[in-house]
């Protein structure tokens, strides 16, 4: 799925570091202001212990996780919406994610100085929002005025579009970003085109010193509260130390730094399952002795489109899918027991796939 995932954050927020701890692809952070001017991608291993499962289950030769594509923004500034600097071709790389990871620094170093001068994540997230609501207040104005053409010209429903830009145009004066504006299908119609920065979903991180790895602190408490009426989920990660994490080669040795912080898993993992599910992904799984593999999906997709997944031929001459529950599986241990079980059901054209479902596809093309 061509689908990803942008950091964002203010400057010496811990993005690049956060980056680094999940992604395939390193990069270099810095304590120094602006020492960016480009934005990182890379791919990130979702993260799934039933691959591990169904690999010893079956014999598998090798495993191999599902991804998703990851791009770390350069930090942004007051400004940076009304066309300052090289902000402004960062907001640019933030329309083109799916959904945002929005850093927010809640720890102290005074080697690590804070571009405002004092460590207060959420006046950071406003400001942020602000360059983002920038933005998306002169891309909706453009579109007024295309708008106004239109009537000019003749077109009747553009009346009905500038009505519906007028009330972006007013929210957004109110500093309000677009996903929060609650407005249906019949009005984001007219904006649908511009893919309007504050529009996506977003994850709020907040990147703690080691020692709130578990239970936060005053700062995660502020941002808590701050975004308490977007329903938006929080997460607590202690970044430098899971870069530190991420760097040892034995698991025995990870497990131990974790537990010592009082953690069972890392924090990246979590993240990394909350943006796969921000992004509206779920994983189907196939099985076999060559491989184990997981792949990613849109939920709500039949069987043909997932089959599509995995390559176009299956899904052009789809006849059938053979589904298996991942729970079914692993409780009674092979294909040919879920069979005798009953638990092994043969899905047609509509199917909706489930996420865990083991699949075999049938097709003939």
């Known amino acids: 799925m061509a689908l990803k995932c942008g950091i964002i954050g203010i400057t010496n927020t811990g993005k690049t570091t956060i980056f680094n701890c999940i992604s395939n692809t390193k990069a270099e952070s810095s304590n120094f202001v602006f020492s960016t001017n480009k934005s990182n991608i890379g791919q990130i291993n979702v993260p799934d212990y039933r691959l591990d499962v169904l690999t010893k289950l079956v014999s598998a030769a090798k495993t191999i996780a599902t991804t998703i594509e990851i791009v770390d923004i350069p930090g942004l500034a007051k400004g940076s919406g009304k066309g300052e600097g090289v902000g402004n071709s960062f907001l640019a790389d933030i329309r083109q994610t799916d959904a945002l990871i929005h850093v927010l620094r809640c720890f102290d170093d005074e080697n690590l100085p804070h571009i405002d001068g ?7 997230k ?3 929002d602000l360059e983002m609501i920038f933005k998306d207040l002169e891309s909706v104005e453009k ?9 000019k010209a003749g077109e009747k429903d553009a009346k009905k579009g500038i009505e519906v ?24 119609q007219y904006v649908q085109d511009l893919f309007l920065l504050t529009e996506k979903p977003v994850l709020y991180v907040c990147n703690v010193d080691e020692k709130s790895a578990v239970r936060g602190n005053k700062y995660v408490d502020a941002v808590r509260a701050a975004v308490e009426s977007e329903k938006a989920e929080v997460i607590v990660i202690a970044g430098r130390a899971e870069e530190e994490i991420a760097e040892l080669d034995a698991d025995e040795d990870k497990l131990a730094f974790l537990q010592d912080m009082g953690l069972s898993e890392p924090g990246v993992n979590i993240l990394v399952n909350k943006a796969y599910e921000l992004l509206n992904l779920q994983t189907f799984l ?9 792949w990613t999906i849109k939920k709500g997709m039949t069987a043909p489109q997932a089959a599509g997944v995995i ?35 043969i899905e047609g054209k509509n199917y909706v796939v489930q996420d865990g479902d083991v699949l075999n596809i049938r097709f003939n093309v």
């Open 165 to 188: 830009i007028n009330e972006y145009i007013a929210n957004f004066e109110n500093g309000i970003p677009a996903r929060l504006m609650g407005f249906d299908e019949d009005k984001t």
């Open 126 to 128: 406003e400001t942020v």
């Open 143 to 151: 579109k007024k005025i295309k708008f106004e053409k239109l009537v």
């Open 286 to 294: 196939t099985a076999g002795p060559k491989e184990v593999r997981a």
């Open 311 to 345: 390559h176009s031929d299956l899904e052009r001459g789809f006849i059938r899918a053979e589904v298996i529950k991942y729970e079914d599986y692993v409780a009674l241990g092979s294909e040919n027991a879920c069979k005798a079980a009953g638990k092994f059901h």
């Open 118 to 124: 004092s460590v207060n994540p959420v006046r950071d």
